[in-house]
């Protein structure tokens, strides 16, 4: 496909044509960064949720999978940290109006110089063909070392100022840089401020009584005050995991790139509740366990990295993010952070209760050291569908759309298409091979146009199979079962549709690969 940007616009005009993702109020002119899933989109985002809970709850004997509201008490916020410092610093370009993330423009200059490593990478691989060996060229080629120095000297020098919270440092070296806004194209900024991301709302009916609320900014806090309850009910044994999925809230101030950056948005998280003193260990096992679950998936090992945190968050000793090559770049997806006692202790100090394990084996009380992995389960959507977006040349010279989602992910398994519409022999078949998968897997049922525009319209939607029913299905029981990704089509048994169907779908087969 064509340029980055180019390829962006079709994910998002795709996403909308499909039924995948529409504008949130969309009649009313839409709402900035809110989204819809639409009829295909909440099934592939309920498959991603299902995929991720499997591997991590179901398939785990010490992770067990809560869901806690997302109005908590106001002290949660206050203990967490978030009242006070969970802020981004802005910066407004006073030409444009504009309002950009500070952090951001910086990173986002840096990803430019990134490219240029791509550049030099792509050509020295044309120049070396196959003796090309790409780890030892980001080693040794000078002009590669001086640009990745670059990279580093800035996001070190960006790290550290905002550790310690020095604003002007921040503005300064965005001064020095010589960042434009990307609308006026001038460098006219305002200084850097802070912004708190919580949206706030008021429990309660009466004015005077109301209290003041947050709608939750994460759902790792649900966990934590869980911690206790879910430890002695369950009769769990440290080392255990506590998980869950919902909607998160952050009021964004740069809040573009579609459902990569939303104000309403679903985590997917997962506490590990660790012995002090093994964290490291841990760290290491949930960099690996999450790096592998993604490559299940198939979409790539090119298409994943780590990036290991200079500057920690306060409450934590180690961080990373696995990132993914997004149509806009390499971006991350996940993180997973290894938090110490942080965030407990805090708990304790502010409630007055003690959130400590009593560990039988050693005879000893403490409090648990945390071992955080948190995926944003749109982000994931817009991996999973951004990736599986091609447009390829067949062999007639003609292109195709086709959306090659992992089949374990895909909204519709299958599509049943009567050869000829007409013909009722052929419908009816048609409807009881329906009836008969539905029971297992989502099915549909397209009679409309000749049969090639129906292949091309499920390639589109992303269906994995075409099974077309014809004239000699009514003789010998046997239909045409026709492959998204490589459009081979095979003639087997009506019988023998559900195994064949389900050795490509079914999500054992796919977590095996991990
Ligand atoms: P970013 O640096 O991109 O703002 P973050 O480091 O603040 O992300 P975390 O607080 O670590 O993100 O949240 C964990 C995950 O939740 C992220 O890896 C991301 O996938 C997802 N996420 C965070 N903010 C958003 C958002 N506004 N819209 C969609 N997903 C989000």
């Not at 008021?202 to 939750?216: N, Q």
């Not at 934590?224 to 440290?238: D, E």
């Not at 573009?256 to 260990?281: A, C, D, L, T």
């Not at 952070?337 to 005879?363: A, C, I, P």
Request: charged share 30%.
């Amino acid at each position: 496909m064509a340029n980055n940007e180019d390829k962006f616009k079709k994910v998002i005009s795709h996403a909308k044509e499909y039924g995948y993702v529409f504008q949130s109020s969309e009649i009313y002119d839409g709402l900035s960064a809110v989204y819809d899933y639409a009829q295909n989109g909440a099934e592939l985002k309920k498959n991603i949720r299902d995929y991720w809970w499997k591997a991590m709850v179901q398939m785990n004997d010490n992770i067990v999978g809560i869901d806690a509201a997302i109005f908590m008490h106001p002290t949660t916020w206050k203990a967490s940290g978030h009242v006070d410092a969970f802020n981004d610093p802005l910066i407004d370009n006073k030409d444009s109006k504009k309002r950009y993330r500070a952090d951001v423009l910086i990173e986002d200059y840096c990803a430019k110089i990134e490219n240029k490593i791509e550049k030099e990478v792509k050509k020295a691989a044309k120049r070396f063909g196959d003796a090309f060996n790409k780890e030892e060229f980001l080693t040794t080629n000078g002009r590669v070392l001086d640009y990745q120095e670059k990279i580093n000297s800035i996001l070190s020098k960006m790290g550290k100022s905002l550790e310690v919270e020095d604003l002007e440092a921040v503005k300064a070296l965005i001064e020095e840089l010589g960042i434009v806004c990307p609308i006026s194209g001038t460098k006219n900024w305002t200084d850097v401020k802070q912004f708190n991301l919580m949206f706030g709302t008021k429990l309660g009916a009466s004015v005077d009584s109301a209290m003041d609320l947050y709608l939750r900014p994460e759902t790792a806090q649900g966990i934590f005050v869980n911690f206790l309850n879910v430890q002695k009910t369950g009769r769990m044994k440290i080392p255990f995991g506590i998980a869950q999925t919902g909607k998160a809230f952050r009021n964004e101030i740069v809040a573009r790139q579609f459902i990569f950056r939303m104000r309403e948005f679903e985590q997917m998280e997962m506490q590990f509740f660790i012995k002090p003193g093994s964290q490291g260990e841990w760290f290491k096992h949930w960099k690996e366990a999450r790096m592998k679950w993604h490559l299940s998936l198939g979409m790539g090992a090119d298409n994943y990295r780590f990036h290991d945190h200079e500057k920690l968050a306060h409450y934590a000793d180690a961080a990373t993010d696995i990132e993914f090559r997004f149509p806009f770049g390499f971006k991350e997806l996940e993180g997973i952070h290894s938090r110490t006692d942080f965030d407990l202790k805090q708990h304790e100090e502010h409630s007055g209760k003690k959130l400590q394990y009593f560990d039988h084996e050693e005879n000893v009380n403490y409090t648990p050291y945390v071992l955080e992995t948190s995926i944003g389960l749109d982000r994931m959507f817009l991996a999973v569908f951004s990736n599986a977006l091609q447009e390829e040349v067949l062999e007639n010279n003609t292109t195709r759309t086709v959306l090659k989602l992992p089949a374990v992910l895909a909204p519709t398994k299958a599509a049943i298409l009567p050869l000829v519409r007409k013909d009722e022999a052929l419908v009816k078949l048609s409807k009881d091979i329906i009836e008969d998968l539905k029971w297992e897997f989502n099915v549909a049922y397209d009679e409309k146009d000749a049969v090639g525009r129906r292949y091309r319209r499920q390639d589109a939607n992303g269906t994995p199979f075409c099974i077309t029913v014809d004239g000699e299905s009514l003789d010998n029981n046997t239909v045409t079962i026709r492959h998204r990704d490589t459009m081979e089509q095979q003639r087997v048994k009506i019988e023998d549709l559900k195994t064949i169907i389900k050795k490509e779908v079914d999500v054992k087969e796919w977590l095996m690969k991990m």
